[in-house]
């Protein structure tokens, strides 16, 4: 398409008056430049779209294939406690965001296998173990959280749980709560804390060592108090009473430090990770990712690709929804427990639930 002379063309003249006509054919040719200016101009900006579509597409699709989900509902079938989510109504919008109450069993799990979790500490690539465990409970509303910590070493009745093979594990007695994922991985961990707690986990999202450093560095650190001098050989965090900015090798330690605080139990080590989950709140809410967009890609691609999660969050998608879902949520909002517990009488260095408190605690949830 030529459009200088289309454009002369479409002017009009005649020839008949010389002046006219020139006029026209100037006319038509700044006519013409200015169309294939706008012409190039558009074809640029169609061609940066189409990249800048492609680019997105490419980073979802590569956000949405980190996630490694589990089918845990259909591993465990029916016989379970009752949901706590509401029902969406019937002529509730598609895009509206869930509101209602939920119970989500988050892990940390001291190895998914690979290098970096050995440097970090932990467990080899023959199997792991979940070195945290915290059952996160939404209020209706999404405006409040309970996060409840479960001691690693609570004694339990760990129940059978079906495996990916069709067979099923032994069930046992008075045996370590963090066992059931060694044994069953995060189908057996799930029915172990419903069986514990008679509450249904509604979701499960596990992180690994590395994936929680790689987290806490892609915010900038975390900023945390410590009451007491922590110098623990095992964690290798060395930190004097004061006010920290951790990087994320450093937070890691800071949630694995047990023998230097305390009684050197579980318990003291919980204490430490809920400071540390306080304080990553504050930092998300610090954060302003809508508006740095290249901040929260990395974030994003760090944390799906360090989750294992259950297959109703396994996507970006539903993992955005759930995020959305929580925005009325303040850092302040969140309380942090510990399940009660008392020494085992057989063992002392383990513990076993308080009844009745601890039964309390969890009918709160439901």
Known sequence: MFLPVRGHEKSGGTGDDDGAGAGDEGAGIRTGRRAKALR????????????????????????????DGVDIDHALGGDRPAGSAAAPSPDASATALPTGPLNILVLGSDSRSGEE????????????????????????????????????????????????????????SGVMFNSAYEVGGPVCAVKTVESLTDVRMDHYVEIDFAGFARLVDALGGVTVTTEEDIDDDRSHLTLDAGTHHLDGTDA?????????????????????QHQLVKALLEQVADEDLL?????????????T??????????????????????????ADGVTTLTMPVVPAPWDGNRVVADEPAAGELWASLK
Do not use: K
């Not at 609570?154 to 079906?162: A, F, G």
């Not at 305390?262 to 318990?267: A, H, K, P, T």
């Not at 690709?305 to 303040?330: F, I, K, M, N, V």
């Open 291 to 303: 508006t740095r967009p290249t901040r929260l890609y990395r974030i994003a691609d760090t944390v």
């Open 252 to 272: 890691l330690a800071l949630a694995r430090t047990r023998y230097d605080v305390g009684d050197g139990s579980d318990l003291g080590r919980i204490g430490l």
């Open 117 to 172: 979790n050995q440097e970090l500490g932990g467990g080899d690539s023959g199997g792991a173990r979940s070195d945290t465990a915290m059952v996160v409970h939404l209020d209706a509303g999404r405006t409040a959280a309970t996060v409840v910590s479960i001691p690693r070493d609570t004694l339990v009745d760990r129940p059978s749980c079906p495996l990916e093979d069709g067979e099923s594990t032994r069930a046992a």
């Open 40 to 67: 190039i101009t558009g074809f640029t900006l169609a061609g940066l779209l189409a990249l800048g579509a492609g680019a997105a597409g490419w980073a979802y699709w590569q956000l949405n294939d980190n996630i």
């Open 305 to 330: 690709g360090s989750l294992t999660t259950d297959t109703g969050l396994d996507s970006l998608g539903e993992l955005t929804r759930l995020a959305q879902s929580l925005q009325g949520l303040p």
